[in-house]
């Protein structure tokens, strides 16, 4: 599917620029919005079409430059017209007939409006309309039977409240796509003409009907790792059969034996199942963002980040890490993180391209050379049995997965959700969950499985690789967080200890040394579980520096 933007449209005659670039939405301007939520939501930059204008409003390079960081195809439309379908045909020719999804530039959407709109399969072409509750005039007013528009009438009052409105987004098939560029470039509104003129069959969709229950739209910010995933029902239904069923289990009988205040800002157990094979429970539906997509999306900037993550850290800190127990087991880091490297290492060594890989000694990435996995690991265990500087002083309870996708944010700080918790009763070590953290922004987690990384083999025994972790916007983002945290991190008592960052970059590099087994998908190519595994080589290899530095200091 193909994305158009149209965004040629200069505003009123007192704007001074385009206006897609007047309104803000978080910490990024409209149309960078649009674009860094389609590419959240899995869209490929080559498949965003933004049509732009080369009007005296548009002549401003600034405008420009900020689409062409955005990696997306920009169309600038060299002839002034007055209104939109001259500028759809036009963009509609510049690729090969395809289902399109069309998007008024100056409109604002609801990240769950889009991810409407892509999750869900429209059997005919289909526009998003409102209901509107003032009487108006000199509007387009539609009018639909069936749920079918017959026609689009701008002159006419509404005499019927509420009346219905273009929402702005319409999903148009390929056969309507071919229609429609056969058409002669009428300089007019374009669903008016779509409608009235070329009278195509469209479908209408209204927004406030989007997501009443539907039994079969899965929620892509819920689906959690360990093999569970969550669809809506009335209720939200998790479940796990088999490889994921042990740690659902921990999970439900954890949430369930939280005390009153502490689980208010857990998922809430309605109800569960546990049998021999499979466990599921139901929760509500809470109907928060995920930090990830706040993030990635340009709403939230790095003052939103600690104003809503400072709240979550004080919580965590009474509530969780306060509980402490003594007396660790001089052997509970080699358990805890070494043998469960060793074990998942062994399984994914059994399939390509990990088989060869593993084998290796050195692994090129970008150019440079450095240790492979399993150099690095025994490297740090030996430091590990030497200084002891990863064994911790006390455990707690954690959350134990706390990374952005499980952190939902609701409309104020103290509104939030600490979603698939690993519920473990025995205690862990603090630096666990900020490793989790910091493996989301400082080893851009967030960035690969929301898959915006791409890795290229450069050599036939996978020895030698390119890594991007995505476009440079986003790479900058994140690697501002960093400093942000690092601050916060100064309220709690982690920063006492001289060696907290330290320990933490440990947590984080075992984490990601671990995790790639959730993500294969046994095609041979393990493009994601490769960049879980490339990124721990550099995560590892830039921790083993400060770590000799820590030996010689």
């Known amino acids: 599917m193909k994305i158009i933007i149209l965004s040629a449209s ?3 005659n007192k704007s001074a620029i385009p206006k897609c670039f007047t309104t803000t939405i978080g910490s990024v301007v409209l149309i960078e919005y649009l674009v860094r939520t389609l590419r959240l939501l899995n869209i490929s930059p080559q498949d965003i079409y933004l049509a732009t204008s080369k009007s005296t409003k548009w002549g401003s390079k ?5 689409i062409s960081s955005l990696g997306v195809n920009e169309i600038i439309i060299k002839k002034n017209s007055k209104f939109s379908f001259p500028t759809l045909v036009t963009s509609l020719k510049y690729f090969n007939s395809d289902n399109v999804l069309v998007i008024n530039g100056d409109n604002y959407f609801k990240l769950s409006e889009l991810e409407y709109l892509l999750d869900v399969t429209f059997s005919n072409s289909t526009a998003l309309i409102q209901g509107k509750n003032t009487v108006t005039s000199k509007v387009p007013i539609l009018e639909i039977n069936k749920d079918k528009i017959k026609k689009i009438e701008t002159s006419k009052q509404s005499k019927i409240i509420p009346w219905l409105s273009y929402y702005g987004a319409v999903f148009l098939k390929k056969k309507d796509v071919i229609k429609i560029k056969k058409s002669r470039a009428i ?9 009235n003129a070329i009278k195509l069959n469209l479908h209408t969709k209204d927004i406030a009907s989007l997501f009443e229950r539907n ?5 892509n910010e819920l689906t959690g790792g360990s093999f569970a995933g969550l669809e809506k029902l009335i209720l939200v239904q998790k479940k796990a059969d088999k490889i994921g069923r042990d740690k659902l289990v921990r999970e439900i009988k954890w949430l369930i034996n939280l005390n009153k205040d502490v ?5 809430k157990v309605i109800s569960h199942q546990i049998s021999k094979d499979q466990a599921s429970y139901t929760m509500p539906w809470y109907p928060k963002d995920n930090l990830r997509k706040k993030i990635i999306s340009g709403v939230f900037g790095l003052k939103d980040i600690e104003e809503h993550m400072l709240p979550i850290l004080d919580f965590l800190w009474k509530n969780l890490y306060k509980q402490q127990k003594k007396n660790i087991h001089i052997d509970w880091v080699n358990k805890k993180h070494f043998q469960r490297f060793y074990n998942r290492f062994d399984q994914i060594c059994k399939i390509q391209p990990f088989k060869n890989i593993g084998k290796l000694n050195k692994i090129e990435i970008n150019g440079k050379n450095y240790q492979n996995l399993p150099q690095l690991i025994d490297w740090l265990k030996n430091f590990n049995d030497k200084y002891k500087i990863f064994i911790p002083n006390y455990l707690s309870q954690i959350h134990g997965d706390l990374h952005f996708q499980n952190i939902l944010i609701g409309d104020n700080p103290n509104d939030f959700i600490i979603a698939d918790p690993e519920g473990d009763y025995n205690g862990s070590d603090v630096f666990y969950d900020m490793g989790k953290l910091w493996h989301s922004f400082n080893g851009k987690y967030d960035l690969i499985h929301s898959g915006f990384s791409e890795i290229k083999m450069l050599s036939d025994n996978g020895s030698a690789f390119n890594l991007n972790y995505g476009p ?12 942000c945290f690092i601050q916060l991190m100064k309220n709690y008592p982690i920063s006492k200890d001289r060696n907290w960052i330290l320990k933490t970059k440990f947590a984080e590099f075992m984490h990601f040394s671990s995790v790639m087994h959730f993500h294969l998908k046994f095609d041979k190519l393990e493009k994601t579980a490769l960049t879980l595994y490339l990124s721990a080589i550099l995560l590892g290899n830039n921790l083993i520096k400060q770590l000799k530095n820590y030996e010689t200091g």
């Open 62 to 66: 600034k405008y420009h430059e900020i």
């Open 187 to 195: 300089d007019a509104p374009y669903m008016d003409h779509i409608v």
């Open 263 to 267: 689980s208010q800002k857990f998922p």
């Open 215 to 219: 039994d079969n739209y899965k929620l």
């Open 472 to 483: 440079k916007y986003l790479v900058e983002t994140y690697n501002s967080i960093e400093p």
């Open 10 to 12: 200069i505003g009123d």
